[in-house]
């Protein structure tokens, strides 16, 4: 299982902190110094988990986590804020955040958040291959199997990649 990381902060000095404190846990730690950034890169790319500041010049972190929900990944999404007020929290919820970690951090807490959002997200992955494996495996018109994929991501059972059946 591949534990690949985004992490979004317009801080250059906290990002690279960040980065350094996650390094020992994760395969892959991508950068975005912003939320437009990275919707750029999660318009191509598939992470296991993801860390987001909220406030941020040109798209705050709602607004990725809603481009990554509204996109039907279900990548463990867990915002790292200055900002943890009630109200913040309430909308984290509300876009499917996984998790809320209040700045000032503490190291070991952010490794234990991080390192059980990245085994979850990419469990997700790993489940969601053998879910295509198992749909191409079935000797059905492409109709028939683009069909399936909808039904379980209307059910959500998982939501599966685009990717042509």
Known sequence: MKKDLLIIEDEADLRETIVEVLSPIADTIVQAENGEVAIEILKNQRFASILSDINMPKKNGFEV??????????????FLTGYGDGQNIKKALQYQATDFIEKPYDDQHLMTTIERSLILGAGLIEKEKEYMQMINSLNIDEERKKKMIEAMNSLNILKLSNKKA
């Open 65 to 78: 986590l809603e481009f990554v929900r509204n996109k039907g990944i279900i990548t463990p999404f867990i």
